[in-house]
């Protein structure tokens, strides 16, 4: 399938046949864009599987703080952008680590790490990278219940 | 190797461990200016959000602006006008031109050729007086607002620029042919900062850094967000793989911005510049994802809405922040790819973070003894030897 970009319904369509009843949902928001969201036993199966499909660029990780799980967006793509969301639980946060699959993740998933604790096994360097170095353990700043100090305007 | 430079939003502290004169392996800290925008945009309204994405970057801001303004436009289905986007288009590009030349002249400052440092930031100053002429800003343009642009470019202005960027074309064909040839810069760019394109690709390079490794991938031909489509240029791919590929690009790039300021001001319809948006507005629950090409390499934006009249998420992803698996890669010694500490201003610039961050190298020794060198000195030092 190498050489040529595959379209946005190939990708819907393909994703639909390699994972079936994994893939909750599928739809094309608009022209190059497609959001896709599966359960996350089959998160790294679907990156693996648009891989092979020839969508083999990861752009970003997101990670989303959804109330009593984190939600987790994998970016990937060239021309098509296909936005791959899966949830974990806040009580046991983990996802197999992307970094065999893109060595580059690395970064990407130290940041998400970092500010929602979701923790990428097999990450050979998951270290603070971003926040300073005296940051309490176990306070995750883009979670929802962290809430930052507003300084008082001067007036 | 830091420190950082507050201006910059990916300002990193880079640890080296070194043999003797070379680098055997980095690690990157980021932390010093991380600012928590992401989290401070959850904060404010959509409007507001604009002027805080404005500042992520003092370089870039265009870049972010615009893909702000079309991420909540998209999510919000604001439609922006046809001569709008024309008018994004050309500052877009006019603010890429002054990136890359701003970026010409670190790169000339850090090989030692001071004189086309000079000559880089005095071109530079042609690029900020008709930004000033036309947003009224010189760096930060704050020209981009949610529904449009908040300023047209008469017949006047556009004759001004056409005639300016003229004049700075024919000085780029200059300093591009002086790429080629000088042996100062060739002697200390090339063969400098060797990525192949297969790491290009694994360790997810973006920009000019993944097109001066052969890699032919540009957001305004793959995903074109304004109206690329209708502007003809063409990308520019070296396959060198080296610090003077990357310089070659980002100066090919120059011309090919101008290429396209001027056929976009000659070709823009006529019409409104701006569709009125309220200041508040609630845009329906939904997600959305704008890529677009920004002076460093690709950048992205996803925005998530739960129908208040605030973001309930909003990511920004950096081009700089894709670059550093790279550049770390770049920064190792391999075989017979020998990295000199020399070396590491230039492989770090190549990627075009702001330079000035690498101002200094702290170099530890098996005794834990500390010394701190200045760039100049480092660059010096490469002399020397």
Redo the contacts between chains.
């Keep these: 399938m190498k050489g040529r970009e595959p379209s946005e319904e190939e990708v819907v369509s393909w994703l639909r046949e390699r994972l079936g009843g994994a893939v909750l949902d599928a739809r094309v928001?608009?022209k190059?864009?497609v959001?896709v969201r599966v359960d996350r036993e089959h998160f790294k199966t679907a990156l693996i599987a648009l891989k092979e499909l020839g969508v083999?660029?990861?752009?970003?990780l997101?990670g989303?703080?959804a109330g009593d799980s984190i939600e987790v967006?994998a970016?990937v793509g060239?021309?098509v952008?296909v936005?791959v969301e899966t949830a974990v639980p806040k009580g046991d946060p983990r996802l197999p680590s992307l970094v065999d699959l893109?060595?580059?993740?690395?970064?990407?998933e130290r940041?998400v790490w970092e500010?929602l604790g979701v923790v990428f096994e097999g990450n050979p360097?998951l270290a603070?990278?971003?926040?300073?170095?005296d940051w309490p353990k176990g306070v995750y700043?883009?979670r929802k219940d962290?809430e930052?100090k507003h300084p008082e305007p001067l007036r | 190797m830091g420190p950082q430079h507050p201006i910059h939003p990916e300002a990193t502290l880079i640890k080296l461990k070194v043999e003797g004169e070379h680098v055997v392996d980095a690690d990157i800290d980021a932390s010093f200016v991380h600012r928590g925008i992401e989290k401070a945009l959850e904060h404010k309204t959509y409007v507001q959000g604009l002027f805080l994405a404005e500042r992520i970057c003092g370089i870039c801001n265009v870049a972010h602006t615009t893909c702000y303004t079309l991420n909540v436009e998209g999510l919000a289905g604001i439609e922006v006008p046809q001569r709008a986007l024309w008018l994004r288009l050309i500052v877009e590009e006019l603010a890429r031109v002054s990136s890359h030349l701003l970026w010409l002249g670190l790169l000339a400052h850090v090989v030692g050729f001071e004189s086309l440092f000079m000559l880089a930031f005095r071109d530079r100053e042609v690029v900020l007086d008709l930004m000033e002429e036309i947003a009224g800003g010189r760096v930060t343009s704050g020209y981009n607002v949610i529904g449009g642009v908040r300023r047209d470019i008469d017949a006047a202005t556009a004759y001004k620029i056409k005639s300016s960027l003229a004049k700075l074309k024919e000085r780029v064909v200059k300093y591009r042919r002086l790429l080629e040839e000088d042996p100062i810069v060739r002697a200390r760019t090339v063969g400098v900062g060797y990525l192949s394109p297969s790491e290009a690709k694994e360790l997810l390079a973006v920009g000019p850094v993944a097109r001066a490794s052969g890699i032919a991938y540009d957001i305004r031909v793959n995903d074109p967000y304004l109206v690329h489509e209708e502007v003809p240029f063409n990308p520019v791919v070296y396959d060198t793989c080296d610090a003077w590929g990357r310089a070659m690009v980002r100066v090919g790039e120059i011309l090919e911005s101008i290429g396209m300021i001027v056929y976009a001001l000659d070709h823009a319809p006529s019409g409104e510049i701006r569709a009125r948006v309220p200041p508040v507005f609630r845009p329906p629950p939904g997600e959305n994802v704008t890529r677009v090409e920004a002076p460093r390499g690709e950048l992205l934006h996803y925005v998530r809405s739960d129908g208040s009249e605030k973001p309930y998420r909003y990511k920004v992803r950096t081009p700089t922040l894709a670059n550093l698996p790279a550049a770390i890669s770049m920064l190792k010694s391999r075989g017979d790819r020998v990295v000199h500490i020399a070396d590491v201003p230039v492989i770090f610039g190549s990627i075009d973070p702001c330079i000035c961050c690498t101002a200094r190298v702290l170099v530890v020794n098996e005794k834990g003894a500390a010394k701190e060198f200045q760039l100049d000195e480092l660059a010096a030092k490469r002399w020397a030897r």
């Design positions: 928001a608009r190059r864009r959001f083999d660029f990861l752009e970003a997101t989303v703080d967006i970016h060239r021309s952008s936005a893109y060595p580059g993740a690395e970064v990407y940041e500010m360097r603070r990278a971003f926040l300073p170095e700043p883009l962290y930052p």
